[in-house]
């Protein structure tokens, strides 16, 4: 496993060589120019990160869902209990959850990760990657929610996991994620690496109510107010505001970018590790894409900072890696469209006058 | 192969039962009420078209691909030459086109049909469905495009090549079109079922420039002004002013809502013939899903006049049954979170307080 530094030094921008020439290519495959659509750059982006025209299909795919719990869950941000953590994380084990459905239906392979639940994990946890840091983080509106070296820590196993996929054959990488009040944490750290206000990037999470949702601003306020956070730290504002699973995500996300392999961004989680990794190694965001725009608002507001146009738009809010996973086909088909289709010439086909 | 009288007489409305249980069944699956938006909506529309909850998997699907010349060619209202609907027809034998890529990848077989190209296709045809009805129709500004018995045959092509796909095992119909300037019949047909003025429902097909939309929106209001139209006969209305593969997908999508096996509309060309059907039989459209949004202008109309929503919204505009096989993803896994996922009970995870 390779260590955050290295990592870090690996992290190359995309190839613009290998950009122009997919660029080049769609221009001559029998359809109208332009005629695919959003398919078109994301094909392009797909060549610049493989450096080669076409790129390799994106599959199969893999998911990691990195589950941790949240100090600030004592400050009443949701309806739901702490140990519905631990529930869901059982759920995924046995196949119950969306997550399970929908990467079933892609083919694609789930991890799951306990990097910080607070409660024992129900039932039979051997298929369960156990690499918890600690018991949950701690409030944020108290203190900072977790040390420096547990966010490290955190960012290690995400390290860890994309590298193991990778190994196993992954050749696409998607990044879920649970934890009841873990919106609240994405919320702090979008506001933070967005310039945006609280008010602007806190979302209703699982849908809760008017009341709870202005509450669920002013903790995120009080939280980022506690303290001067520097963005110029990345890792000092995620030990601050960021939960385990985030920090788990940032290790994760880089290395899929060390590795030139494409990550599909799912919704507010992954928006806010992937704000956190950006600021680390700016050039990384060339392995993302944004699989969906969740209705969380701080998650359009995480890939307008990156600059992403997200696939899929179907009004999800349920994270766990479930809109990135009904993004992937559209992922796939933009690279096979420029592997299979027949050119102009190659067809026989006239083009315009 | 049934007439198109018996298709219409035993088409029914989706069942209400079906579509209940299965609203009352999302909201006991281990998510968050309504975190799968869109696809929760489209899982109880399948249990209502099946009158079964959970539906059947839409699976496999199956994409016809109907091809037709128009006479209105002429007019220059594109600067495709005409012999391209037969150059790519053969690319779709061949399997080169788009439409073969993303039929590969989502594992829905592809049968192409002529309807009435205007010149022999090139090539093998052995693999291709010959069924025209005439070569190509005649220009709708110097009269009508084709006869009412013309526009009867092409809709009996439709309903033969639907039911032939289902006895093959097609669960889910993919009406697929290739037709050089059937944009311009597509948005005659949608500008008099919608309402809506030539100007607001005429687009660019496959790019064409303002100077050539101009002279487009003039062609459809010269079409639509030659006589008057009686949209109580639809028929009548798509004799006048439709193509031979929207005639001919007109009896498709009937065929599929007479079997209850779900239709996934593309674009403007069957969005223009789904209202030319839904205007015979108003009940069918409950077995019809909205693939994608095109970027043509008469493919939204028609959606709205529908009340369909798209699953898929990347700006595609190449026709071919193309943005239908990117949204099919999204229409197995709205049945297939029915049929697979955990209820908070069985999984044993607690509600929200």
């Known amino acids: 496993v390779s260590t955050l ?16 020439e997919a660029r080049e290519w769609q221009d001559r495959l029998t359809k109208p120019r332009g005629a695919l659509g959003q398919l078109e750059e994301v094909s392009v982006r797909l060549a610049a990160l493989a450096g080669d ?3 390799p299909l994106p599959e199969p795919a893999a998911v990691a869902v990195f589950a941790g719990d949240h100090g600030v869950h004592a400050q009443g941000v949701t309806p739901w209990p ?28 789930v991890v799951v990760v306990d990097v910080g639940i607070a409660a024992p994990v129900p039932g039979d946890t051997s298929a369960l990657l156990d690499r918890r840091v600690r018991p949950g983080t701690d409030d944020m509106t108290l203190g900072a929610a977790m040390t420096r070296d547990d966010a490290l820590a955190a960012i290690g196993v995400g390290i860890e996991v994309a590298q193991r996929l990778i190994e196993d054959g992954a ?24 310039g945006r206000s609280p008010a602007e990037v806190t979302g209703r999470g699982t849908g809760i109510d008017d009341a709870t949702l202005a509450h ?7 939280a980022l107010g506690r303290t001067t956070l520097d963005i110029a730290d990345p890792i000092g504002v995620l030990a601050a505001v960021g939960g385990l699973e985030h920090a788990a995500l940032v290790g994760y996300l880089l ?99």
Do not use: Y
């Open 5 to 20: 530094e290295e990592v870090l030094a690996s992290i190359r921008p995309g190839d613009s060589a290998a950009a122009a």
């Open 216 to 222: 669920k601003v002013d903790v995120v306020e009080r």
């Open 82 to 109: 702490q140990e519905v953590t631990g529930q869901m994380v059982a759920n995924f084990l046995a196949g119950g959850a969306a997550v399970n459905v929908l990467a079933r239906q892609a083919d694609a392979a």
């Open 255 to 353: 290395a899929g970018s060390a590795r030139r392999v494409p990550v599909l961004l799912d919704g507010v989680a992954s928006g806010a590790a992937a704000l956190v990794a950006s600021a680390l190694a700016p050039a990384a965001v060339d392995a993302w894409f944004a699989g969906h725009r969740s209705v969380e608002p701080g998650a359009s507001a995480a890939l307008q900072t990156l600059g992403l146009t997200p696939l899929v738009d179907l009004g999800l809010r349920l994270g766990e890696g479930t809109g990135a996973l009904l993004a992937l086909p559209s992922l796939s088909a933009a690279a096979r469209i420029l592997r299979e289709m027949a050119t102009f010439d190659a067809a026989g086909v006239s083009e315009k006058a």
């Open 171 to 194: 050749r696409c990488l998607i990044p879920g994620d649970m934890g009841i009040a873990n919106t609240t944490a994405a919320a702090a750290l979008v506001a933070a690496f967005s």
């Open 53 to 55: 025209c076409p790129p």
